[in-house]
């Protein structure tokens, strides 16, 4: 029997879609940069799960 997932994060593509609307190709590109970081800092943290939203209406997802 595996354990529950205890905590996860999640991470929306609102920073993406906002940044590429206020600072192009380049704004959106350190906004998805700073998610992966994000997701770097989680797991040396212990979160068990980021969850990434496929598409920003949030109807798909994926877990990394």
Do not use: H, Y
């Not at 929306?12 to 940044?19: D, I, L, N, R, V």
């Not at 609307?21 to 700073?34: F, K, Q, T, Y």
């Not at 970081?37 to 990434?52: C, K």
Request: net charge negative; glycine share 8%; charged share 30%.
């Amino acid at each position: 029997m595996t354990e529950p997932l205890r905590f996860a994060l999640d991470a929306s593509p609102g920073s993406w879609a906002s940044a590429q609307r206020r600072g192009g190709r380049e704004a959106a590109r350190r906004a998805v940069d700073r998610t992966i970081d994000l997701a770097r800092i989680a797991d040396l943290a212990g979160v068990e799960s980021i969850w990434l939203l496929e598409d920003p209406d949030g109807w798909d997802a994926f877990a990394v």
